[in-house]
C-alpha cells in the first residue's frame, strides 16, 4: 500500500483490520481522553476478534485515564519486540505528534484513523473525518456498522473520548448522531458512573491550585474577547502537577462572558512554550495555531513556541488580536 491521502475508504480499513493477525495501536504524546480511549477501545475489539495487541505511547499512561480496562499494557515504543503485521495510529494529526520518526514509523502496513481538521497524513492508508466529534465516535460507528464485539469495557473506552472530547456533549460537532453513538455505547456497558468519578470528579488538590494560580495570572484583553493566563514550569514544579494534569485548563477561562478566545501558555521543562487555544463561536484556532507550526481543531487547537514566556504572549496576542478581527468579518 501506499496511497498517502485521505482515501476515507472505511472498507479497506475494515479488511486491514481484519485480515491482520498482530496490530500494533499508536496514538499522540500527552495521550487525551479520546487518544487512550481509542487505543484500549480498539485493542480490546481487536483482541475479542483473536487477534494479538499491543499498544503504544510515547509520553507514558495519563493518571486519570488509569481507571480504563486494559490500561496496564500501555507502553513505549522501543520497549518491548512486538513484530506487528499492521499499525494504527489514532487520533493524531501528523506524525511529529505520534512521537516517532519517520525511520521509526516505517513498517509494510500502516494506518490512520482520526478526525484533525489539518491531519496531514503519514500512513500509507488514511481515514480522516474532520466532522466527526472523537476519534473514539468513529470508531464506536465502525464497530456498530461492522458488527465488531464490542465488551462493556471497550464500550467504557470509547464512551470516556466521546464525552472528553465534546466537552461533555457541549461542542459544535456534537450533532444528532452523536448521542446515538453514545446511546449505543450504554446499552453496550459502558460504566457512565466511572468516567464521571475518575474524569471530572477526582482533580486533585494540586491541580485545583494551578487552577486557581492560572486564575491569578489571568488577563482579560481585546475589550475582553481574549483571555490570557500562563503557567512556569517553577508552579508545576512546586506544586507537583504532572503533564496530563494541565489538560483541560484553557477551557475555564473561555467560560467567562464574553470571551472568544482563551490562551493558556505553558512553560514546559525543556523551556519551550505549550500553547493551548480554545474559542467559543467564530475565531478559528486551527488557522491561529498553524501559524506557528501547531493545529488541531476549529475550536480547540495548540502549538509550541521557542521563546521565552514573556515573548511568546507577545507573539500569540499580536496574532490572536489579528485573527480575531479577520474571524469576525470573515
Ligand atoms: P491542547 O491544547 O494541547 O489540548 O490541544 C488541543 C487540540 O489541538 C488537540 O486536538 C491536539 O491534538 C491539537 N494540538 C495541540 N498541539 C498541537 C500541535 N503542536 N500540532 C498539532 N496539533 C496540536
Ligand atoms: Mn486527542
Ligand atoms: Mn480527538
Same mark, same amino acid.
Given at each position: /500500500?501506499?496511497?498517502? %491521502?485521505?482515501?476515507?475508504?472505511?472498507?479497506?480499513?475494515?479488511?486491514?483490520?481484519?485480515?491482520?493477525?498482530?496490530? #500494533?495501536?499508536f496514538?499522540?504524546?500527552h495521550?487525551?481522553?479520546?487518544?487512550?480511549g481509542a487505543?484500549l477501545?480498539?485493542?480490546?475489539?481487536?483482541?475479542?476478534?483473536? %487477534?494479538?495487541?499491543?499498544?503504544y505511547?510515547q509520553?507514558?499512561?495519563?493518571?486519570?485515564? #488509569?481507571?480504563?480496562p486494559?490500561?496496564?499494557?500501555?507502553?513505549? &515504543?522501543?520497549e518491548?519486540d512486538?513484530s =506487528?503485521?499492521?499499525?494504527?495510529a489514532?487520533?493524531?494529526?501528523?506524525?511529529?505528534?505520534?512521537?516517532?520518526?519517520?525511520?521509526?514509523?516505517? #513498517?509494510?502496513?500502516?494506518?490512520?484513523?482520526?478526525?484533525?481538521m489539518?491531519?496531514?497524513p503519514?500512513?500509507?492508508?488514511?481515514?480522516?473525518?474532520?466532522e466527526?466529534?472523537?476519534?473514539c465516535?468513529?470508531?464506536?460507528?465502525?464497530?456498530?456498522n &461492522?458488527?465488531?464485539?464490542?465488551s462493556a469495557?471497550?464500550?467504557?473506552?470509547?464512551?470516556? *473520548?466521546?464525552?472528553?472530547?465534546?466537552g461533555?456533549f457541549?461542542?459544535e460537532?456534537?450533532?444528532?448522531?452523536?448521542?446515538?453513538?453514545? =446511546?449505543w455505547?450504554m446499552?453496550?456497558?459502558?460504566?457512565?458512573?466511572?468516567i464521571?468519578y475518575?474524569?471530572?470528579?477526582?482533580t486533585?488538590?494540586?491541580?485545583f491550585q494551578l487552577?486557581n494560580a /492560572? !486564575?491569578?495570572?489571568s488577563e482579560?484583553?481585546s475589550g475582553?474577547?481574549? #483571555?490570557?493566563?500562563?503557567?512556569t !514550569? %517553577?508552579?508545576m514544579?512546586?506544586l507537583?502537577?504532572?503533564?496530563?494534569?494541565?489538560?483541560?485548563?484553557? *477551557?475555564q477561562?473561555k467560560?467567562?462572558?464574553?470571551?472568544?478566545?482563551?490562551?493558556?501558555?505553558?512553560?514546559?521543562?525543556?523551556?519551550?512554550?505549550?500553547?493551548?487555544?480554545?474559542s %467559543?463561536? !467564530?475565531?478559528d484556532?486551527?488557522?491561529?495555531?498553524?501559524?506557528?507550526?501547531?493545529?488541531?481543531h476549529?475550536? +480547540?487547537?495548540?502549538?509550541?513556541l521557542?521563546?521565552?514566556l514573556q515573548e511568546?504572549r507577545?507573539?500569540?496576542? +499580536?496574532?490572536?488580536?489579528?485573527?480575531?478581527?479577520?474571524d469576525?468579518?470573515?
Amino acid at each position: /500500500m501506499s496511497l498517502k %491521502k485521505n482515501n476515507k475508504d472505511d472498507q479497506a480499513i475494515r479488511s486491514a483490520l481484519q485480515s491482520a493477525e498482530r496490530i #500494533a495501536l499508536f496514538s499522540h504524546i500527552h495521550p487525551d481522553g479520546d487518544a487512550i480511549g481509542a487505543q484500549l477501545g480498539l485493542a480490546a475489539v481487536l483482541r475479542a476478534m483473536g %487477534k494479538e495487541v499491543a499498544i503504544y505511547n510515547q509520553t507514558g499512561q495519563p493518571g486519570t485515564f #488509569a481507571f480504563l480496562p486494559g490500561m496496564a499494557d500501555l507502553r513505549h &515504543w522501543g520497549e518491548d519486540d512486538f513484530s =506487528a503485521d499492521l499499525r494504527v495510529a489514532l487520533d493524531c494529526g501528523n506524525l511529529e505528534r505520534l512521537g516517532l520518526s519517520e525511520a521509526e514509523w516505517q #513498517a509494510d502496513q500502516r494506518i490512520s484513523i482520526d478526525h484533525h481538521m489539518g491531519h496531514e497524513p503519514f500512513s500509507d492508508l488514511n481515514y480522516v473525518d474532520a466532522e466527526a466529534p472523537a476519534t473514539c465516535a468513529i470508531l464506536a460507528d465502525f464497530c456498530r456498522n &461492522w458488527n465488531f464485539p464490542v465488551s462493556a469495557d471497550a464500550a467504557t473506552c470509547f464512551l470516556t *473520548g466521546l464525552h472528553t472530547d465534546t466537552g461533555s456533549f457541549r461542542f459544535e460537532k456534537t450533532k444528532a448522531e452523536t448521542f446515538q453513538t453514545a =446511546a449505543w455505547l450504554m446499552e453496550k456497558g459502558a460504566d457512565l458512573s466511572a468516567i464521571r468519578y475518575h474524569v471530572f470528579e477526582s482533580t486533585s488538590q494540586a491541580r485545583f491550585q494551578l487552577l486557581n494560580a /492560572m !486564575y491569578q495570572s489571568s488577563e482579560f484583553l481585546s475589550g475582553g474577547h481574549i #483571555a490570557i493566563a500562563e503557567i512556569t !514550569y %517553577k508552579q508545576m514544579l512546586n506544586l507537583g502537577v504532572n503533564d496530563d494534569e494541565v489538560h483541560g485548563l484553557v *477551557g475555564q477561562l473561555k467560560e467567562v462572558q464574553g470571551v472568544e478566545l482563551s490562551i493558556l501558555l505553558r512553560e514546559l521543562s525543556s523551556g519551550a512554550i505549550k500553547v493551548s487555544l480554545r474559542s %467559543k463561536q !467564530y475565531l478559528d484556532c486551527n488557522r491561529l495555531a498553524s501559524e506557528f507550526n501547531g493545529g488541531g481543531h476549529v475550536r +480547540a487547537a495548540g502549538c509550541t513556541l521557542h521563546s521565552s514566556l514573556q515573548e511568546a504572549r507577545q507573539t500569540l496576542l +499580536a496574532a490572536a488580536a489579528r485573527h480575531l478581527k479577520e474571524d469576525l468579518s470573515s
